[in-house]
Structure formats: structure tokens, C-alpha cells
């Protein structure tokens, strides 16, 4: 899952990106209002992080934008003025969340959670298709019933196909939501990691589920025929 994450401070920033990295998610930074407003209309995410007191543009204002332009992406905003005034003022702008600083991060990887739950709120936990179960909550991963050890980008990589089971997921897409946006488009990192994963999810086991569409991309999915 792809995460924007706009915080000026370099503590703070370094902190979050880090963590969420180490969690599986594809990051990317903008330590200022304005590079973080223009990340968040031009690109694509399944949530943002947005420190509300910014330079250039504040977290307000960029609320103010995203929503103003349809755009739907969850939401959490951090501040370190714990004001009931500010808390009122984040939701009434399309806010979906709040943290106030210091936050536990684990609080912040559980809201994150939640949200991206919401977002994908026709979705049981755990995703099945045929044998194989992504368990979402614990992060875990079986098919016929036998653990499947991951690499958290593997993991990343086969929740993001799971999540989007029976659609043929582009590489670019793939890239964006699974990996952050300063990879290498030709890179063959892709391949890399489904080969990988076609070894842990697919060997030993009838039917494979993991499809190259040639010229397309990557689907997983549970071929009948």
C-alpha cells in the first residue's frame, strides 16, 4: 500500500517513513505544504499522513484542496496543538482521523489499518481466493491451511494483488503502490518478486494463482478452466 506522508520536521519524517517502510508500505515524502499538495493531486495513494503546521501551505489548506477536488484518499492528520477547536476544523475539511504529537507509531500503524479497512470495506479478512488466505489484521499469509513465510515486500506485493483479486494489475501501478515512486520503471524488480513469490505461493500447490498477462501485467486469481 502507498503512503504519502507530508511532515517538515526531518525527526518526525525520518521516524515515519522508516517505520512504515519496515511495515511494508511504499512511502513517499514531502517535507513542505506545497510539494505535499501537489503529491496528493497528481499522484495516487491509499493514505496520507499530514502534519496540519507546514511551511508554504498548511495542512488545512491542503485538506481544503484534496477534497475540494474530489479526491477520497484517507486522511490522518497530526498536530502538536491538541485543540478541540483544530480537531473540529481537520473533519469538517474531509479529515478521517487524528493524531495528536508525540503519537505511539503503533496507534498510527493501527489507524492506518482501520482506514485502509474502510476503504475496502466490501473486502472480508481474511482475502480468499481458492486455498490461499491473506490475513490483512496479522499480516499472515496460508495456503491449504500451511503457513507462508514473507519477506515484507513480498508480502506488500501479494496483499496488493489480493486486494485487487481477478483485475490485472499494470507494472506502473504496481510500482506505485507497492514500491516508492524514485524506483526505476524499467527496473525488473517486479519480476524479481513475483518469481519469488510464485515459488512460496504456487509450488507445491494445484492450481497457480499467480498470472502474467503478457503486455498488461500481474493478476492473482483462481483460473476454473
Given at each position: 500500500?502507498?503512503?504519502?506522508?507530508?511532515?517538515?520536521?526531518?525527526?518526525?519524517?525520518g521516524?515515519?517513513?522508516?517505520?512504515l517502510r519496515?511495515?511494508?508500505?511504499?512511502?513517499d515524502?514531502?517535507?513542505?505544504?506545497i510539494?505535499?499538495l501537489?503529491?496528493?493531486?497528481t499522484?495516487?495513494?491509499?493514505?496520507?499522513?499530514?502534519?496540519?503546521?507546514?511551511?508554504?501551505?498548511?495542512?488545512?489548506?491542503?485538506?481544503?484542496?484534496?477534497?475540494?477536488?474530489?479526491?477520497?484518499?484517507?486522511?490522518?492528520?497530526?498536530?502538536?496543538?491538541?485543540?478541540?477547536?483544530?480537531?473540529?476544523?481537520?473533519?469538517?475539511?474531509?479529515?478521517?482521523?487524528?493524531l495528536?504529537?508525540?503519537?505511539?507509531?503503533?496507534?498510527?500503524l493501527?489507524?492506518?489499518r482501520?482506514l485502509?479497512?474502510?476503504?475496502?470495506?466490501?473486502?472480508?479478512?481474511?482475502?480468499?481466493?481458492?486455498?490461499l488466505?491473506?490475513?490483512?489484521?496479522?499480516?499472515?499469509?496460508?495456503?491449504?491451511?500451511?503457513?507462508?513465510?514473507?519477506?515484507?515486500?513480498?508480502?506488500?506485493l501479494?496483499?496488493?494483488?489480493?486486494?485487487?483479486?481477478?483485475?490485472?494489475?499494470?507494472?506502473?501501478?504496481?510500482?506505485?503502490?507497492?514500491?516508492?515512486?524514485?524506483?526505476?520503471?524499467?527496473?525488473?524488480?517486479?519480476?524479481?518478486?513475483i518469481?519469488?513469490?510464485?515459488?512460496?505461493v504456487?509450488?507445491?500447490?494445484?492450481?497457480?494463482?499467480?498470472h502474467?498477462?503478457?503486455?498488461?501485467?500481474?493478476?492473482?486469481r483462481?483460473?476454473?478452466?
Amino acid at each position: 500500500m502507498r503512503v504519502l506522508v507530508i511532515e517538515d520536521e526531518p525527526g518526525v519524517a525520518g521516524f515515519l517513513t522508516k517505520g512504515l517502510r519496515e511495515a511494508s508500505y511504499a512511502v513517499d515524502l514531502a517535507d513542505n505544504g506545497i510539494d505535499g499538495l501537489h503529491k496528493a493531486v497528481t499522484e495516487t495513494y491509499d493514505a496520507i499522513v499530514l502534519d496540519l503546521m507546514l511551511p508554504g501551505k498548511d495542512g488545512f489548506s491542503i485538506l481544503r484542496e484534496v477534497r475540494s477536488r474530489e479526491i477520497r484518499t484517507p486522511v490522518i492528520c497530526l498536530t502538536a496543538r491538541d485543540t478541540v477547536d483544530d480537531r473540529i476544523k481537520g473533519l469538517d475539511l474531509g479529515a478521517d482521523d487524528y493524531l495528536a504529537k508525540p503519537f505511539s507509531y503503533s496507534e498510527l500503524l493501527a489507524r492506518l489499518r482501520a482506514l485502509m479497512r474502510r476503504g475496502h470495506s466490501l473486502q472480508p479478512n481474511p482475502i480468499t481466493i481458492a486455498d490461499l488466505k491473506v490475513d490483512v489484521m496479522a499480516r499472515s499469509v496460508q495456503r491449504d491451511d500451511r503457513r507462508i513465510d514473507l519477506s515484507p515486500t513480498e508480502y506488500a506485493l501479494l496483499e496488493y494483488l489480493a486486494r485487487n483479486a481477478g483485475q490485472v494489475m499494470p507494472r506502473t501501478m504496481i510500482l506505485e503502490h507497492v514500491w516508492d515512486m524514485n524506483h526505476d520503471p524499467m527496473t525488473n524488480v517486479i519480476d524479481v518478486h513475483i518469481n519469488r513469490l510464485r515459488k512460496k505461493v504456487d509450488n507445491g500447490f494445484d492450481p497457480p494463482l499467480i498470472h502474467t498477462i503478457r503486455g498488461a501485467g500481474y493478476v492473482l486469481r483462481h483460473d476454473t478452466t
